[in-house]
């Protein structure tokens, strides 16, 4: 099972993605520990659809950056990337205004493969989203 990167703090999260996406979408992580990951994201008008909710695809890159860090976190030293092979998600809500929080959690931790669920809460702690990808490990 893979564990932990003592080196891969949330300080080196934040300087990893300047200038990225998750750095575009105002992604902030907030705690990281063995197989979790918990990250925020303000809503702004930017990130809405033009229906005034907020976009699917700012749910989903709240939700798969969250999970992508998280497996970054945790890869070995004879895997050190990955790519996401497959993800899906299912909305249960939306929102206009607020800050959204995602929790990834460790599904699976193997030697090839990671797969991670992410839960998307509203701004009143409701969940608003699920999700779940499975990442390949890269050798």
Same mark, same amino acid.
């Given at each position: 099972?893979?564990?932990?990167?003592?080196?891969?703090?949330? =300080?080196?999260?934040? =300087?990893?993605?300047?200038?990225?996406?998750?750095?575009?979408?105002?992604?902030?992580?907030? %705690?990281?520990?063995?197989?979790?990951?918990?990250? =925020?994201?303000?809503?702004?008008?930017?990130?809405?659809?033009?229906?005034?909710?907020?976009?699917?695809?700012?749910?989903?890159?709240?939700?798969?950056?969250?999970?992508?860090? %998280?497996?970054?976190a945790h890869l070995s030293d004879q895997t050190p990337n990955f790519t996401t092979i497959e993800l899906k998600s299912n909305f249960?809500? #939306?929102c206009r205004e607020g800050t959204i929080r995602a929790v990834a959690t460790a599904v699976h931790l193997g030697r090839s493969t990671?797969?991670?669920?992410?839960?998307?809460?509203?701004?009143?702690?409701? #969940?608003?989203?699920?999700?779940?990808? #499975?990442?390949?490990?890269?050798?």
């Amino acid at each position: 099972m893979s564990t932990l990167r003592p080196d891969f703090t949330i =300080e080196s999260i934040h =300087e990893r993605q300047r200038g990225m996406l998750p750095d575009l979408l105002g992604v902030r992580v907030l %705690a990281l520990t063995q197989g979790t990951l918990t990250a =925020e994201l303000q809503i702004r008008p930017q990130l809405l659809a033009p229906n005034g909710f907020l976009h699917a695809a700012t749910v989903i890159g709240l939700a798969d950056t969250s999970c992508g860090y %998280a497996c970054l976190a945790h890869l070995s030293d004879q895997t050190p990337n990955f790519t996401t092979i497959e993800l899906k998600s299912n909305f249960l809500g #939306t929102c206009r205004e607020g800050t959204i929080r995602a929790v990834a959690t460790a599904v699976h931790l193997g030697r090839s493969t990671h797969v991670w669920d992410a839960t998307v809460f509203d701004p009143t702690g409701r #969940t608003m989203a699920l999700f779940r990808c #499975t990442q390949m490990l890269l050798r």
